[in-house]
């Protein structure tokens, strides 16, 4: 199959063109620079010049494929607010015109397991909870945002789902592994509430995996949420267990989850040139419990989560 990807140079998208062409797939990525052409190549995909926003570049770029996944996404948790909503809601919609137009039968959607995410912790969500009232921080709300999008496009000859990863790591991870290590070597990292609450997660490859079962099996219209499956652990097991691969220890500083909010609160409304070392949009997502089921995919898609937290660590510290 000809499959289409955006966000390909991205932590997802690398690993899924990877995954796809090993399984025998031609992959077109699209790029904007010569840097993510360059990792597209290497990662074994043609790449296709242009931005989300260009949709006769896209739909040339979709000609002839059987499915797109959508991965590119911009996520920040203080600031770049109206670059999330150009990006995460107003490309998703060009990505669903596009497609649309050339007639693509099968849109899958990187989600997040955060567009169920109100502010508090997410306690054994599954997919029949609804989206919150008010779903918290720009990233969150801009992703449900463009979920909403995606599922709503189904029509006779377009299939959309999306698939709700939530904390996702592994190798190559350039964002949430580096930004907590460079916190614990500047004295800035602490825990809430000692970290002991349980914490879901999902292997890049197991992302990856059920994106790509999710283009043979999802049911339109449907989301999924994924996880790595292994037996529960604390956000403190996990997290000290995925530093000590990079030889950090993280400390053992702490605070309540309520004055760690008030003073998120009040750093934010204060005149950084620079992101506050801590925000709401990092309790929402990290400080605090995010435990979400995966039956379903397993289910409906026959996804497995391949990579268990155990050989997900093994690779990070050979790495």
């Not at 099968?106 to 989600?111: D, G, H």
């Not at 698939?163 to 070597?185: Q, S």
């Not at 995925?242 to 605070?255: D, E, I, M, R, Y």
Request: glycine share 12%; charged share 20%; net charge positive.
């Amino acid at each position: 199959m000809n499959v289409f990807v955006t966000g390909g140079s991205g932590f997802v998208g690398r690993n899924l063109i990877r995954m796809l062409v090993a399984g025998g797939d031609n992959v077109r990525a699209l790029v904007r620079s010569d840097r993510a052409e360059a990792v597209v190549r290497a990662a074994g995909a043609e790449p296709v010049s242009g931005d989300l926003a260009e949709i006769e570049v896209m739909r040339a770029g979709m000609r002839g494929c059987g499915a797109v996944v959508h991965s590119a996404a911009v996520m920040a948790f203080f600031g770049r607010c109206k670059e999330m909503e150009t990006v995460n809601i107003h490309g998703t919609r060009c990505v669903i015109e596009a497609a649309k137009a050339v007639g693509i039968p099968r849109l899958v959607f990187i989600s997040a397991a955060a567009v169920v995410s109100d502010g508090h912790p997410v306690i054994q969500a599954d997919e029949s909870r609804p989206y919150p009232p008010r779903v918290f921080g720009t990233y969150c709300r801009t992703k449900a945002e463009a979920e909403k999008l995606v599922l709503g496009a189904n029509s006779t000859g377009f299939s959309a789902v999306a698939v709700r990863p939530p904390c996702i790591w592994g190798v190559g991870d350039a964002t949430f592994l580096p930004t907590v290590v460079a916190a614990v070597k500047r004295r800035q990292f602490i825990w809430i509430d000692r970290g002991n609450y349980s914490y879901a997660t999902c292997h890049v490859r197991n992302v990856c995996e059920g994106a790509i079962l999710a283009i043979r099996h999802g049911r339109a219209g449907q989301a999924y949420f994924l996880t790595d499956g292994d037996p529960p652990v604390t956000f403190r097991q996990f997290l000290t267990g995925l530093l000590a691969t990079q030889g950090v220890k993280p400390g053992s500083v702490s605070l309540p989850r309520w004055l760690a909010w008030r003073m998120a609160a009040v750093l934010e409304g204060m005149p950084f040139s620079w992101a506050p070392p801590i925000t709401r949009a990092h309790l929402a997502l990290i400080g605090g419990e995010v435990t979400v089921g995966d039956s379903k995919a397993r289910r409906e898609l026959g996804y497995r989560g391949h990579v268990s937290r155990e050989k997900g660590l093994e690779e990070l510290a050979a790495g």
